[in-house]
């Protein structure tokens, strides 16, 4: 039982904006993005980067098409520093890519950040420092005064140490740490100060990025704070609007959206998530979220896959597979009533159509992700996944009421084993039913009927082969399958009626084949289906009504077909001819 806790926690305080306009904004464009992988996500893990797979994420990030990337914090430790350093000294940061680096409102820690900046085009320099209540009582042991003192000071500096190297483009940018947990006066007031130092102008903005360090609230009320900084702050045509989120109570996509309709131009966070406790936000997935509004966010994951296991090898961290967007099974449907609907939306798309897939948001194609695992099969399928696997893999376009037919057969199979079945033991199991490899091809002589006896029609002759057992068989009829099935009905002394009839042919060229699918009734008794596949289409269907009859029971069934059956029809069938 959980503790009652009314009394150790505090519920966060709304904000008192009656006229907010954010909830009626649609997002038109992208923001501007800011990886911060290679700082807020590289503090967080397990073992941070070493300076190869710092440089395979920073290039992934330039590929991806990054053009603000966080690539360190210099002044943490030697391997930070010398990564900036390798990167300016090497050349490896292209012209329209800028670099940004993070430090402490502490001198030491600043002036070693802007050393290592030295001979940089460009550079965009983050300063922090705590604003929240709690770090200011806690940490840091300063009152309002003194907090704005120290944000101030550093800003200063800043100005100062750019002044000295003037041959770096400088944008500044400061981070109210902890303005989620922050009163919004006191953010105004810090952030106005700052922005006072640095004197920004709408041609050389500076930067001002207010992050939920810690998720504190729903997201509509951060979008609210937003909006209040948004409208409040001073020199707002002077500023980049950024917005930094994590993802503590698992809000952070929504916060992060939220804030950019409320007025943020620049979003920050790390690839799939990753970061501080439980992640900053995850760019991938507000870039996808835009591309899916048709919006382009001006990102390139059309290879995902790659990316993730770039970013698993850097941050050494798998990715959940139910990630959006990148996990292995969010193509992926179990469902009956899911596979179904994709399979009918599959066959009703026609090329140019608006993307509007049930439980598919997006074209796995667009990310470099195949059809082929849109649909797996278990317990929790119907017909319509498996029929989905063996069109797709196979080629097998099964008539409805076979589908419903085999399905019974593989929910036998499912139920028994509890496994999930993939396409090619779906194929298997239809081979072994259906007695695709093990039904012999019929011999048999077609005669037309003698100039003015079309009434007669054709007579046909044939040679079974049923398990060793020969069976000869004559007959008449409208064509050569209406005639075999005639004499094969005299020779076994069993009625059969064809219901349906549909064929279609399988591969291309010299492997192209034919399948029939027959659904008979027999002795009118029985309705079921028969399945022939063959490279002549008259072979495929008189097989198709050998395999309908021998499901029945009323024709013999090759031994090792009935030792390989699997459930359902055939296992119950006796030799009768
Ligand atoms: C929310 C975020 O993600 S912010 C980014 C956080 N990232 C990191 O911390 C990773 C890189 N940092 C580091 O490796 C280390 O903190 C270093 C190397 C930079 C500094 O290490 P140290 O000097 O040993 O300081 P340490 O981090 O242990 O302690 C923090 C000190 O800075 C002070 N401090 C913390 N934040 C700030 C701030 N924003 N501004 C000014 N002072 C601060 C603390 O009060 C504390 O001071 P104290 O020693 O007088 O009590
Ligand atoms: C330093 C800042 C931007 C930060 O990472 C945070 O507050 O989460
Ligand atoms: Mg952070």
């Given at each position: 039982m959980l503790k009652q806790p009314a009394s150790k926690y505090a519920s966060f305080k709304p904000v008192h904006?009656?006229?907010?306009?954010?909830?009626?904004v649609v997002l038109t464009q992208a923001p501007i993005w800011l990886s911060t992988d290679l700082r807020d996500g590289n503090q967080a893990l397990i073992e941070p980067m070493d300076i190869e797979r710092k440089l395979r994420m920073f290039q992934m990030l330039v590929k991806i098409g990054?053009?603000?990337?966080?690539?360190?914090?210099?002044?943490?430790s030697q391997i930070e520093f010398d990564f900036v350093r390798q990167l300016i000294d090497g050349n490896l940061i292209p012209d329209d890519v800028t670099i940004q680096v993070l430090m402490q409102a502490r001198e030491p820690l600043i002036r070693r950040t802007f050393e290592s900046l030295q001979g940089a085009q460009r550079a965009i320099v983050h300063l922090y420092n705590a604003t929240a209540p709690v770090m200011r009582r806690v940490v840091l042991g300063m009152d309002e005064d003194g907090i704005v003192e120290l944000a101030v000071a550093n800003a200063r500096l800043f100005r100062e140490l750019a002044a000295q190297q003037p041959a770096t483009r400088w944008t500044f940018q400061y981070s109210p740490e902890m303005f989620s947990g922050t009163e919004l006066e006191f953010s105004r007031r810090v952030v106005d100060a700052v922005t006072e130092v640095w004197q920004p102008t709408p041609q050389h903005k500076c930067i001002v990025n207010l992050p939920s360090t810690v998720e504190h609230s729903t997201p509509n009320i951060f979008a609210d704070m937003m909006e209040w900084m948004h409208r409040h702050l001073a020199r707002r045509d002077s500023i980049v609007l950024s917005v930094h989120p994590h993802n503590d109570r698992g809000t952070g996509t929504a916060a992060g959206e939220f804030a950019l309709m409320a007025g943020a131009d620049r979003i920050e966070g790390c690839l799939f998530g990753n970061g501080e406790r439980t992640g900053n936000l995850d760019l991938v997935n507000v870039a996808l979220n835009l591309y899916t509004q048709g919006v382009s966010p001006g990102l390139d994951f059309s290879e995902i896959d790659e990316i993730r296991r770039t970013v698993e090898h850097c941050n050494q961290l798998p990715v959940h597979p139910r990630h959006p967007y990148v996990g292995d099974l969010v193509y992926t449907s179990f469902s009956g009533s899911h596979q179904d609907a994709i399979k009918k939306a599959f066959a009703a798309r026609r090329e140019g159509d608006v993307w509007d897939m049930p439980y598919l948001p997006i074209d796995p194609k667009d990310l470099g992700r195949s059809y082929e695992a849109v649909i797996r099969v278990n317990s929790q399928s119907g017909k319509g996944g498996i029929a989905y696997l063996l069109e797709s893999e196979f080629g097998l376009d099964l008539p409805r009421r076979l589908q419903v037919e085999f399905s019974h057969a593989v929910q036998a199979v499912m139920d028994a084993s509890g496994k999930e079945l993939t396409a090619h033991d779906l194929w298997q199991m239809f081979e072994r039913e259906y007695g695709v490899k093990t039904i012999a091809a019929p011999r048999y002589q077609v005669t037309e009927p003698a100039h003015g006896a079309a009434s007669q029609g054709v007579a046909l002759v044939a040679d079974l082969d049923l398990a060793g057992r020969p069976l000869k068989i004559q007959g008449r009829g409208t064509g050569p399958i209406d005639a075999f099935i005639q004499g094969l009905s005299r020779a076994t002394g069993q009625g059969v009626r064809v219901l349906d009839y549909r064929q279609h042919s399988v591969g291309a060229g010299a492997d192209a084949r034919a399948v029939a699918y027959m659904e008979l009734r027999i002795n009118e008794e029985r309705t079921l289906f028969g399945v022939g596949m063959d490279a002549n289409i008259v072979t495929a269907s008189l097989k198709a009504v050998v395999c309908g009859m021998q499901r029945a029971g009323v024709l013999a069934v090759p031994e090792d077909r009935e030792n390989a059956a699997?459930?359902?029809p055939a296992r119950a069938i006796s030799a009768a001819v």
């Open positions: 904006l009656s006229d907010r306009t954010w909830p009626d990054f053009k603000e990337i966080e690539v360190g914090f210099p002044s943490a699997p459930s359902g």
